[in-house]
């Protein structure tokens, strides 16, 4: 199944699974691992370091992004699948 096929179908499966992963205790236990890290990193740079102070700020920040991109996708998901249900429902009733 190729990542951009926007199928309905897909996309729930997509969907479903991007919300295991935000569920994951191994996930969510290595982004607040990373998190923290790159915080005491981040803290313990020196204030006149720039330069990696930015980079690791940079990191921290595109963590949260993939946590975003990950709920998008699962509520795109969620959405489907409701926009699926309606579908069904009104088919049943028609028939």
Partial sequence: MPLRDKTPQNRVTRGVRA???L???V???MIQEL???LFTRWT???SENLSTRENIFSVFNAIGE???QL???ANDGQINQKQFDKHLRRKRSAA
């Fill in 23 to 25: 569920d994951d205790p």
């Fill in 71 to 73: 709920q998008s996708i």
């Fill in 27 to 29: 996930f969510k236990e």
């Fill in 35 to 37: 998190r923290e890290g």
């Fill in 66 to 68: 993939i946590e975003m």
């Fill in 19 to 21: 919300q295991e992963i």
């Fill in 44 to 46: 313990n740079t020196d």
